[in-house]
């Protein structure tokens, strides 16, 4: 559909810690279905603007939408509270740290989520959990607790838990870069495979190979600024901008 809103849209994101600006004039647009990238430098703002999309760090100016509700839209704390618990069920986040609870097994992990903010009873958040597990390739880990696992492990059970929820979208802000080497290919390896289903996604990543293989956009992005965005062929191998040249320099 020609027509179909964007799954998420930002517009005019403007963020300030004090005096410094992290985030200056970007606007971003993910039709459902797309996989875009979002590189550059440290510090250039991708992390600030992932959590950003889903209201975890608050823009000072600008608007974010997923479909047609505006998810940093001024509303009373006893409003906000509900909206942003609906907003970000459709908005799964996977960071670089394996932010599993450490006390719950996997099972438990996957599960609480949709039991507490769906009301899904035990017997179907089971089978929920079996089947995103079964997605990650992890069936025979249901049982174990985050410390039996590897970190690849881990971030899959991070991914399936996510998955869980069925949001929208995903954003994943270098899932892979804590990894040993050994363990980032796995890890990688699911996050292909939800390409190839059309999950929409937004990936923060330093990872140049996987950036070209799996998206169909790459946004780069340098001091709080969107320099260059466009296919992975045309920005990795054509690149306008002599700040991302000297970027791809180093990276490719
Ligand atoms: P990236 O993910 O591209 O490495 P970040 O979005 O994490 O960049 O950070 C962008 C800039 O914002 C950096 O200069 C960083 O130091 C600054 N920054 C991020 N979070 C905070 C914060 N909570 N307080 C102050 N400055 C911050
Ligand atoms: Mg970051």
């Known amino acids: ?19 410094v600006e992290v985030l200056r004039d970007v606007s971003l647009k993910v039709r459902k279905g797309e996989i875009v990238a979002i590189i550059g430098p440290s510090g250039s703002g991708k992390s600030t603007l992932l ?4 209201n975890l760090d608050p823009l000072t100016g600008g608007e974010v939408w997923l479909e047609d509700t505006q998810v940093n839209e001024a509303l009373p704390p006893r409003r906000y509270e509900a909206h942003i618990n609906r ?5 799964g986040m996977v960071f670089q740290h394996f932010n599993l609870f450490p006390h719950l097994s996997v099972r438990g992990n996957i599960t609480l989520a949709p ?41 899959r059970v991070a991914i399936a838990r996510a998955l869980a929820m069925k949001p929208k979208v995903m ?9 040993d080497p050994e363990l980032v290919e796995e890890v990688n390896l699911v996050m292909k495979q939800l390409a190839e289903e059309h999950m929409t996604m937004i990936i923060v990543t330093h990872e140049m190979g996987f950036a070209q293989d799996v998206c169909d956009r790459v946004l780069f992005m340098d001091r709080g600024l969107v320099v260059e965005q466009g296919p992975p062929d045309v920005v990795f191998r054509q690149p306008r901008h002599e700040r ?3 970027f791809l320099r180093k990276h490719l």
């Open 171 to 179: 954003l994943f802000d270098e899932a892979t870069s804590a990894l």
């Open 244 to 246: 991302t040249r000297a």
């Open 87 to 91: 907003v970000r069920q459709d908005i």
């Open 115 to 155: 039991m507490m903010l769906k009301g899904i009873g035990r017997k179907e958040a089971d089978e929920l959990a079996e089947q995103q597990l079964a997605r990650v390739g992890l069936s025979d880990r249901v049982d174990f607790m985050p410390s039996q696992l590897s970190g690849g492990q881990k971030q």
């Open 51 to 54: 959590r950003a999309i889903n």
């Open 1 to 19: 559909m020609l027509n179909e809103r964007p799954v998420i849209e930002v517009r005019h994101a403007r963020k300030s810690y004090g005096a």
